[in-house]
């Protein structure tokens, strides 16, 4: 399907005024009414649920391995919890699994 220019351009503004609009409703409509201290507290676990739902997917269905479980990765993202629940900090989670995601690799590359 080839778009001509003016419709690509006419796509973009189109998402763009859609996103602003999306934004707006929440933030623009209601930004300045304070919220209700169970949103407040439940907005507080967004980070929590969208990182594990994005990491998830790739860490069940790599494309690296065409799809199929790899140990590597399981190991990865159970050092990554481990680490994360003892020292209660993402960084050094997050950390701690890329370190052991690439020490896996590079193992299993002598292999």
């Known amino acids: ?23 707006f409703s929440f933030l623009g409509l209601i930004g300045d009414r304070p919220m209700p201290p169970i949103v407040l507290r439940l907005l507080r676990f967004t980070p929590v649920a969208v990182l594990p739902g994005m990491v998830a997917p790739l860490v069940v269905w790599p494309a690296a391995t065409g799809g199929q479980p790899d140990l590597v990765r399981l190991l990865a993202a159970g050092a990554t919890l481990a680490i994360g629940f003892w020292t209660r900090s993402a960084l050094w989670g997050i950390g701690g699994g890329v370190a052991t995601l690439y020490a896996g690799l590079a193992a299993t590359a002598w292999l």
């Open 1 to 23: 399907m080839n778009f001509s220019t003016a419709e690509i351009w006419f796509i973009i503004a189109a998402l763009g005024a859609g996103t602003f609009l999306i934004r």
